[in-house]
């Protein structure tokens, strides 16, 4: 099975960095259900690992496996636009919703 990778910059222990690695954990435990990683990075606490890594804003979420790398900068609350963003298909997840106009 498919491991996911994934790595959460942070800026401190805020409420913001607080709802991110919340709302991750939570979309993950869902969509991935155990299937996955994650690697909480606060770039207070690490600013070369920011650097190296580029990272600009927070939260930044990284997905490093399977590749292709893929990144979410700033909000993430809603599960749907994070796991296209993020190229992740899971069981319950498997094609996004397409909606069909007839002209």
Partial sequence: ?????????????????????NNITQIC??????????TVVDVIEHPEIAEEQKIMATPTLVKT???PSRRVIGD?????????????????????DIEEVSL
């Fill in 1 to 21: 099975m498919i491991k996911y990778k994934l790595t959460l910059y942070v800026t401190g222990k805020t409420a913001r960095s607080a709802a991110a690695i």
């Fill in 29 to 38: 435990e869902q969509e991935l259900q155990g299937d996955y990683d994650i």
């Fill in 65 to 67: 496996k399977p590749e």
């Fill in 76 to 96: 993430i609350n809603a599960t749907k636009p994070v796991l296209l963003n993020l190229d992740i298909v899971s069981e319950h997840n498997s094609a996004p």
